[in-house]
């Protein structure tokens, strides 16, 4: 397939666009690609997905030694490009799947496509403090299960106080020598059995009423500015990490109206990638509220690329058997 890569399909309908160039894209993209579907993957302008933010991933499979997230992400890209997937910078504005070829609309320019694969991603919901993207990667993290492993024997805060911010208090007690939650209110808004968990651990402590204003330190967090929302009050405290567990933010606007979401934003899906339409399939974060891990966003975006390869053979074929010219691939 060497001498086909790099070019459009006939008739300017792409067999295959990939929305999402995270770990879900890019996998979806390589087995695509590798077949000979020549995909076009639609990046966005935030390219690379929640792994550029991180530093050491230690537990995605293959790397025994560890790899960065923006260099994990590389290799993904360069392998999907030596199949033949082609990449566009753009954000996605909108999107049209009430009829065949879907309609993409990125840039300044409309795409169609015969099967189209959703792995827009979510985004970790912040503080918004700019301290806090300042040391992202080292200190600050929004994923416990990622990041737990680095705390051994350390002292962390765990800003939240909803079922996330319990359950990731709790997991990071299988490492950390203490874990402060700070809560901006005086009850929490986990449910009953989480928050009993929490408060059973006396590896766990609680400040109430209180938020962080500011986190400082050197080449890593040393400590956050913490301000009590009662009184007043500013002080300082010791920490070496602190987790965000305020939630997520799917990525799904531009679907709003064009895919069933859920109350929580999250892309609804049935038989674990499919969607209601046939030939839009969705992968990775965009519709995992629960897991959030860099290599099932990978599997889920796998698993689309195979049943995408399924949807187009019999499209194809039913063409065929109608007479009509089937795309070369």
């Known amino acids: 397939m060497e001498e086909h890569r790099g070019e459009a399909v006939s008739d300017g309908v792409e067999n295959i666009i990939i929305i999402g160039s995270g770990p879900a894209g890019l996998s979806a993209a390589i087995y695509a690609a590798r077949e000979g579907f020549k995909p076009l993957l639609i990046e966005g302008s935030a390219a690379g997905g929640q792994l550029e933010l991180t530093t050491d991933v230690e537990n995605f499979p293959g790397f025994p030694s560890g790899i960065k997230g923006p260099e994990l992400i590389a290799a993904m890209r360069m392998q999907a ?3 033949g997937t082609r990449f566009i910078q753009e954000d996605v504005t909108s999107v049209d799947f009430s009829s065949k ?5 990125a840039g300044e320019k409309e795409y169609a496509a015969e099967a189209v694969i959703v792995a827009t991603g979510a985004n970790a919901k912040t503080l918004g403090i700019e301290s806090e993207k300042k040391f992202i990667g080292r200190g600050v993290s929004t994923c416990a299960t990622c990041d ?6 350390k002292d962390v805060i765990v800003v939240g106080g909803g079922d996330t911010a319990m359950e990731d208090s709790t997991f990071l007690t299988n490492f950390a020598k203490s874990v402060t939650i700070v809560h901006r209110r005086e009850a929490l808004k986990a449910s009953k059995i989480m928050q009993e968990r929490a408060m059973n651990n006396s590896k766990i402590k ?3 009423n209180t938020t962080v204003e500011d986190i400082f330190g050197g080449e890593k967090v040393t400590g956050v500015k913490l301000k009590n929302l009662v009184n007043g009050e500013v002080s300082e405290m010791k920490t070496d990490g602190v987790f965000m567990a305020i939630g997520y933010t799917p990525n799904t606007e531009i679907f709003r109206g064009k895919l069933k979401i859920d109350e929580k934003g999250y892309l609804i899906t049935r038989d674990e990638v499919r969607t209601d339409i046939e030939g839009i399939f969705v992968a990775g974060d965009v519709a995992d509220s629960f897991y959030r891990q860099a290599v099932i966003a990978s599997a889920s975006g796998v698993k689309c690329a195979l049943l ?11 063409r065929e058997k109608a007479g009509r010219q089937a795309p070369h691939i």
């Open 101 to 105: 070829p879907f309609s993409i609309a």
């Open 81 to 83: 490009e030596r199949f």
């Open 206 to 208: 609680f400040i109430w």
């Open 148 to 153: 737990g492993p680095f705390y051994k024997n």
């Open 308 to 318: 995408a390869r399924e949807h187009l053979s019999m499209l194809f074929y039913e």
